[in-house]
Structures are given as C-alpha cells and as structure tokens.
C-alpha cells in the first residue's frame, strides 16, 4: 500500500539526518521520477523530469503529450519546494536515499489556507506511469477500448464524450469533453479489461479506472483530489457530438453596462463600459485564475491580442476566485496575468460558486463553465457566447475552435 511505503519514507528520512550546505552541489535529482499522490482510489501516478545545474532545480510534470514546466523549485538542505504555477499549488518535500525518494505533500491553496493536500511518494525511476501486465495484452481488448464513447457521470445530467487511443502494448491516453470544458491529458494503462487513467496537472489531480465489460460497455469510477468520488458509464458511439457551445449561455441584457462595476487588480473601482475597455472588437470573459480550461483559453487569448490589439480587439477579464480577501484575489490575479504574460485588464467580479457569480454577473443568463467568452462590437451588441473552452488535449477540435475564435475576432473587426 501506498500509505505504508509512505509512512515508511518518512521514518527513513527522519533517522538519514540528511543535509547540504546550499553553496555546494546540490544532491543529485536529476532524472525522471515516477510520482504518486496517495488518493482515496488508490494510487494516482504521474511523471516529474527533474534537471539540474549546481544549486538550480528545473522541473515538469507530463501527462502523455504534455509537458508543464513548474518551477520556481527551491531546495534547502534535504527540504525540496516546487511552485506549481499559476494555480496556487505546490510540491513540499524531503528528499533521502541520496536523492533517489522524495515523499511529502502536494497542497493547493484556495483562499483558506492550503486546504488541499495529498501525500506524495517519488522515486527516481523509469518505471511506467502504470504497472504493464505480466501476459501479452488481449489485442480485442485494446480494441474494444480505443475509440469514441457517450459517457454518463453520475453527478450529471448531461453527457459527456470519452476520447481513448490505446497502444499495441495497453498504453493509454485520452480525454473526456464535456459542456463545460475537457479534462484535459489523461495518461496510463490498460491492464488486463480494465482502463487505468491519471492527470495531474497542479491543479487537477484525475484518477479514472473503469472495466470492459462483456456487453462492450465500460463501468468505471473518478476520483478527483481528496474528496471527490463518482461512478461513470459509456458505451461506443463513433458519431456522439456535444451540443454547440455557442448556444448554451444566452445573454439577458438586464442591465446596461455601465451600470456594472468591479475592481481591479490596483483596488480601483471600474464600470464594464470604461472608455478604456473599448474596440472595434470586444471579449469579456468570465474566468479563474485557478480553472485549467481558463489557463488553456488564457494561452490563444495571449495570441490572438498580441495579433490584433493593434487593429482594435480589446479583452477584459472578469476574474471569480477563491477567497474572501480582496488583497490575496488581486496578487493571485497578478501572478495569473505575469505568468501568462497576459497584458489586458482584469477585474475581480466576484466568488467563485456559479449562483453568486450569475448574481455578480447578470448579463447572462447563468454562469454555466469557466471559462466563458463573450464576444462584441464596437457597438455594445453582443455577437456570440462560447461557453467553456476545448483545450489541446482534444486535438483536432482544439485547432477548430481556435480557428472559430479567430474567425469572429477578424469579422468583427472588418464590420
């Protein structure tokens, strides 16, 4: 079990007295790693890269395809610190066995406190993400699981689409859309009939098993950080769409927008219609800096302003977070923006949870997902909303919708 191989490194660790003067070359990290956050479903692997150079630590976490740096990381005698940004998220821990373990917690900070935390457990190691089966892997079984799927979570009423590609030798990756957004890079193995799948992201900590079972159908379960847990069913659908994101959010105009009003990042009072916030082009889009789907969105927005700020595109952020000191919700914003080396204004309209956020933010209908974009022109009228965001996780669709957005950022400049 995790948890005693857990406890067992930090009696370990504690007796090893272990340290280094910070001026010396730093013990040796370099390598990958195979993590583990200890979850209520069981063990929820991922990979850290690990280089290193005298006293300097860089670090990655990948999941399939994906790469993130992390960082800034910070080691002091035999206690490593690896900022997890821009989620206000972080590895703590010690390192022993001469820099071949590390074990401690990852935290994430949601204007509390660091009131999520997990116990971690790394070697340094090549070792898969998933364990490989003993027997050559069933070839109708990958088969059976590779594919596009209609998905059923039992917290939602809505439907979901499970993405899967599966490897001659059971490795696994994939994603699952929905109308609030993706799931982003999931990674792993399938084992025998069953899928085993892990993100973790600094943000989103994702473990998904679920068997094949003998009517072509899978039955599984999602575990999310430490205290999220529902089951999940599917079945092959090669044709399952969603709904169009354009037409989930409708805008009510209830109110005008000068009469709307939030701070900024310096504490400053601005209304929705400053003189400032003008363009022959308009997004607002509603977003938290602590929301991976918003990050993924955060980094086209980067794009397409540096593109075409100069013809007149304009963005505005309207920042729900975490917390109910207004100080902290600006730094966080801060560290958001310089992270992405995002330049439009930001304002802090309000909390997180979507009712009060629909309260904060009437001029539609509700806050379905974060993100959502609302696009406008020059005029004040509202050309479309696109509710959530697909990220590159989803390939294909991603490039879609990239281009979508900027085919609407380029229309309404010309008009």
Known sequence: MIADRFRVALVAIALSAWG??????????????????????????????????????????????ERIRVGPSRLDGANLEIDLPPYRSRIVATVSDGGARLAGKWQRHKGAGWVTELPILALRSDAPRF?????????????????????????????????????????????????????????GRV????????????????????????NGTLRGDFWSRGSWHETWTARKDADVELPDAFGLTRWTGSVALGELSYP????????????????????????????????DLTDLLVELHGRYRDEGL????????????????????RAYMAHKS???????????????AGEAFPLIDRVLSYPTTIFMDRGGRVD?????????????????????FESIVQRLLRD
Do not use: M
Not at 191 to 214: K, M, P
Not at 384 to 404: D, K, M, Q, V
């Open 20 to 65: 280094c003067d910070a001026s010396e070359p730093i013990v040796p990290l370099a390598g990958k790693w195979r993590a583990v956050l200890e979850s209520p479903g069981g063990e929820l692997p991922f990979t850290l890269l690990v280089e290193t150079a005298g006293t300097s630590v860089d670090a990655w976490i990948t999941n399939g395809a």
């Open 131 to 187: 364990a490989a089966p003993t027997d050559e892997p069933d070839a109708a079984v990958l088969d059976g699981i590779a594919g596009r799927w209609r998905v059923d979570f039992s917290s939602s009423d809505d439907y979901a689409v499970g993405e899967f590609s599966v490897a001659s030798n059971g490795l696994a990756i994939g994603t699952f859309l929905t109308t609030v957004g993706d799931y982003r890079y999931l990674a």
């Open 191 to 214: 084992r025998e009939r069953t899928l085993h799948l892990s993100c973790f992201d600094g943000a989103h900590a994702f473990l998904f098993r679920a068997d094949l079972v003998q």
């Open 264 to 295: 900024d990042v310096d504490g400053k009072q601005r209304r929705l219609d400053d003189p400032a916030f003008a363009g022959r082009a308009r997004l607002f889009v509603v977003f938290g800096t602590w929301c991976p789907n918003c990050s």
């Open 314 to 333: 304009s963005i505005v952020g309207l920042a729900f977070e975490f917390g109910d000191d207004a100080e902290e919700r600006r730094n966080a914003v």
């Open 342 to 356: 995002a330049t439009w204004p930001v304002l802090i309209a309000g909390p997180t949870d979507k009712k009060r």
């Open 384 to 404: 479309s909303i696109y509710t959530g965001f697909s990220g590159p996780a989803t390939g294909p669709r991603h490039e879609e919708l990239e281009g979508r």
